[in-house]
Structure formats: C-alpha cells, structure tokens
Nanobody, 128 residues
Framework: QVQLVESGGGLVQSGGSLRLSCLAS????????MGWFRQAPGKEREFLTA???????YYADSVKGRFTISRDNAKNTGYLQMNGLKPEEMATYYC??????????????????????WGQGTQVTVSS
C-alpha cells in the first residue's frame, strides 16, 4: 500500500505559479498511475491531470497549456507545475494513485473513483 503526502501549496497572486509535490512511500511508486484533483468548498472534486507509469499524460481542458504533470520514480515523487493561476482555482489540491502493476504502462485514469490512494491535500490560495 502506498501512502501519499502532498506539499508545495500556499498563497500566490493571480497569474503566478506554484509547484506541488506528491511524495509516495510504502510501495514501489513506479507501479502506480497517478493523478491530480482539486476541490473547492461546496464543489465536487475536479479532475486536473493524470500520468501513466510510463509518463503518458492527459489534461483536463481547464488546465491544458498551463499545468504540467510529471513524475520522478527514482525519487518516489510526482509533481504538478501550475502556471497562470486564477483566483477561481483556489482549492485544496490532491494527488492520487492506483496500482497498475499488471496493466498497460500507458494506462491513466481521469475519474476519482478509479483511484484508491489519496493524499491529505494541500491548500492553494490565489489572490486577485
């Protein structure tokens, strides 16, 4: 079982950038597909981006061209680089992972129910 811990959240001005990290422990990170989600108060959890074990990526239209997902399996860490942040993107950001040891290395998931491991979240505040 993998455990996930996010970091890197904080306060940023509109148009600014943040880089979130997701440190995995307890299992071999390279066997997991991972994704990033966010949830604002009173709203449903929103899919942002996903990455397969082999580095295939997928982005929601809302963040395409501004956010970049990556992973460093040697460091057991996933990343989310966020540029051009907007005030309406203030939310708690979560990384998630799902074991993919026997699935295609190109598999990724875009729905939250596909993931069974979640971090505690990191708060991102964007001031206008």
């Amino acid at each position: 079982q993998v455990q996930l811990v996010e970091s890197g959240g904080g306060l940023v001005q509109s148009g600014g950038s943040l880089r979130l990290s997701c440190l995995a422990s307890g299992d071999t990170f390279s066997r997991y597909a991972m994704g990033w989600f966010r949830q604002a108060p009173g709203k449903e959890r929103e899919f942002l981006t996903a990455i397969s074990r082999t580095g295939i990526t997928y982005y929601a239209d809302s963040v395409k061209g501004r956010f970049t997902i990556s992973r460093d399996n040697a460091k057991n860490t996933g990343y989310l680089q966020m540029n051009g942040l907007k005030p309406e993107e203030m939310a708690t950001y979560y990384c998630a992972a799902v074991y993919c040891g026997r699935c295609s290395g190109n598999t990724y998931h875009t729905i939250s129910s596909a993931y069974d491991h979640w971090g505690q979240g990191t708060q991102v505040t964007v001031s206008s």
